[in-house]
């Protein structure tokens, strides 16, 4: 049973479309991520969830915007996409709750193209 | 402010013999440090973790690192690198009471037959 997963795996798409990337963990984790690796796969954080509430949320374009409807799910929506936005994708959980030195459970990561 | 420099963006050692990869880290806190590997088209995984306990720490797949404070660093090291331990590994630091953890550039390992 997957503990973080992720869908779609793969996702090819035109400039200009609305897409999105849905998470889910079975961990009980209360905090969640979404980080973007670009082609020289440097791991950028863009927006984290805590039971619900957005709690980081980086410089990135409003076109992104992530939905949490429970501390199990964390979905990334992107609007109007752009070349630029291609990369992959990876969501990731953790149990925070305040303390610290707990390392991130990865999901494998959606590999976003727009053409 | 935490950050963290890996120093090699590229390390190639032969089959059998040892792996070093180095990681310097800044923060203004007692940090968590962990080191994570990522194989080719798959997710990231975490090798091993410093959380202040003891400062050597030893990981899965005969992977240890050590926390050295007076040198603000955290290498990665193995005896004896196999042929399955080709990946990128990450440097990553957290400071305390923060959610963001901060990773570093990446040091692909290559190994040679």
């Known amino acids: 049973d997957t503990a973080v997963s992720q869908t779609p795996k793969y996702l090819v798409t035109q400039m200009g479309n609305d897409k999105s990337i849905k998470c889910e963990q079975n961990?009980?984790?209360?905090?969640m991520y979404w980080y973007k690796q670009d082609s020289k796969k440097f791991l950028k954080i863009m927006f984290s969830y805590n039971n619900k509430e957005l709690i980081i949320n980086e410089t990135v374009p409003n076109r992104f915007s992530p939905k949490s409807p429970d501390k199990a799910h964390l979905n990334l929506h992107i609007n109007s996409l752009e070349l630029g936005d291609s990369a992959v994708y990876f969501c990731a959980s953790s149990q925070a709750s305040g303390q610290k030195g707990y390392g991130y459970t990865f999901g494998s990561g959606t590999r976003l193209t727009v053409v | 402010a935490q950050s963290v420099t890996q120093l090699d963006s590229h390390v190639s050692v032969s089959e059998g013999t040892p792996v070093l990869l180095r990681c310097n880290y800044s923060?203004?806190?007692?940090?968590?440090l962990f080191w994570y590997v990522q194989h080719p088209n798959k997710g990231l995984q975490l090798l091993l973790k410093?959380?202040?306990?003891?400062?050597l720490v030893k990981g899965i797949n005969g992977f240890e690192a050590e926390f050295k404070k007076s040198e603000t660093s955290f290498h990665l090291t193995k005896p004896s690198a196999h042929m399955s331990d080709a990946a990128e590994y990450f440097c990553?630091?957290?400071?305390?009471?923060?959610?963001?953890?901060?990773f570093g550039t990446g040091t692909r390992l290559k190994v040679l037959a």
């Open positions: 923060s203004s806190y007692s940090p968590s």
């Open positions: 410093y959380t202040s306990a003891a400062t």
């Open positions: 961990l009980g984790h209360d905090t």
């Open positions: 990553v630091v957290s400071g305390a009471g923060t959610y963001k953890y901060i």
